[in-house]
């Protein structure tokens, strides 16, 4: 009898960048809980540019390649040298992320039989009409999809087809990291620049359009009409910079609303942040909310997506429908010291109980060795 250890099941995840959005960074989150004596994990990116996420991932024993691809046509057309890197490295299985890669690894799966599994972030009405069709056309070229929430997975159903191979792992959020750190929120505020004393409403995102973080200000404006206490944080950057810098300036908030840019350690902000508040037209199942949900800060928010799946509304937070997302200032002027704590232990605990980082890893891990018939 012999007494050695089976071979680890090598995983490929193939996708478009390794910048700061939400899918990116779940990459590192998650490879912190998967079993490493279990699985090997392989990380294939096309934008050399958007990278931040290589060195949390290589950190973790992930190995990281760049197949320089400046557009997505370009993307699609390495798919002889990502054929050739599942030889070399004996891949068992591929996990796409977004519809690029998506499309790429489904053209794999085609040509070489490798198992594919993809996870979607998006409700596929939401996408360009172009990547619309490619998935409606590409998508049971793969072995199973996963959607982050039921209204993705329901989205999927209704506009690709009732039996397409879905299953639905809901985002998850390490618990042990996003703690707030209660007894240093003072020194945290004087470091970056938050005035003490103050409600502070914050938000971390990608500065796209569907965030709509013209009307968080907007919003932001109207309830400090009411309350001069409040003082609002906007993290990240993007697209739409300029944008929201001029209307920022147009609100008169430039004394009001800090802008930091991107930032490495959000856990510091979300300790600072009394309120979370996100004005999404559609989302998935956002991280940042997850996050700010665990980090014990009151949640105020529009409904989009798979927020709706999170948060219980007046239990775990406060929602709106997504068109009525103006009233989100009446919940902000609402919102009292003793609530802004209740709602938060609230949200802390919905994390625990469902989006937790062990939960959706063991729900991977069951799926990979499922799909790689190893199980």
């Not at 977004?98 to 009405?125: D, S």
């Amino acid at each position: 009898m012999t007494n050695e250890k089976p071979a680890k099941l090598r995983v490929l995840h193939i996708i478009k960048s390794l910048g700061r959005g939400g899918a990116e960074m779940l990459l590192p989150e998650t490879l912190v809980f998967h079993d490493k004596e279990r699985f090997e994990f392989h990380y294939i990116y096309f934008l050399p540019w958007k990278d931040q996420m290589v060195e949390a991932i290589q950190h973790e024993g992930g190995k990281v390649t760049c197949f320089n691809a400046s557009n997505n046509i370009k993307i699609i057309l390495q798919i002889l040298r990502v054929i050739k890197y599942i030889h070399v490295n004996n891949i068992d299985i591929i996990h796409a992320h977004l519809p690029w890669a998506g499309f790429l690894a489904r053209f794999v799966h085609k040509f070489h039989g490798i198992p594919v599994i993809y996870t979607e972030h998006n409700k596929q009405e939401r996408y360009h009409k172009l990547t619309f069709m490619l998935n409606k056309l590409t998508f049971r070229w793969q072995d199973l999809a996963i959607s982050v929430s039921n209204d993705v997975e329901q989205s999927i159903l209704a506009n690709i087809g009732k039996k397409t191979k879905v299953k639905t792992i809901l985002n998850g959020v390490n618990l042990h990291k996003f703690e707030r750190q209660k007894t240093a929120v003072d020194a945290l505020k004087t470091q970056l620049g938050v005035p003490q004393n103050t409600i502070v409403i914050g938000t971390v995102a990608v500065f796209r359009f569907q965030k709509r973080l013209k009307e968080w200000m907007q919003v932001f404006k109207a309830a400090s009409k009411n309350n001069p206490t409040l003082f609002g944080v906007i993290v990240g950057d993007g697209p739409l910079k300029g944008d929201l810098l001029a209307e920022r300036k147009r609100l008169g908030l430039e004394e009001k609303i800090l802008m930091p840019g991107l930032q490495t350690n959000t856990v510091e902000w979300f300790s600072v942040f009394d309120i979370f508040m996100m004005t999404s037209v559609f989302e998935g199942l956002p991280i940042a909310l997850l996050e700010a949900m665990s980090m014990r800060c009151a949640i105020v928010t529009t409904s989009a997506g798979g927020i709706k799946e999170a948060i219980e509304h007046e239990k775990s937070g406060l929602m709106v429908e997504v068109d009525k997302w103006p009233d989100l200032s009446q919940h902000l002027n609402n919102l009292k010291t003793n609530h802004l704590e209740s709602y938060g232990i609230a949200a802390r605990k919905r994390v625990i109980e469902k989006f937790s980082m062990d939960i959706m890893v063991n729900e991977l891990e069951k799926v990979y060795l499922s799909i790689s018939g190893k199980i």
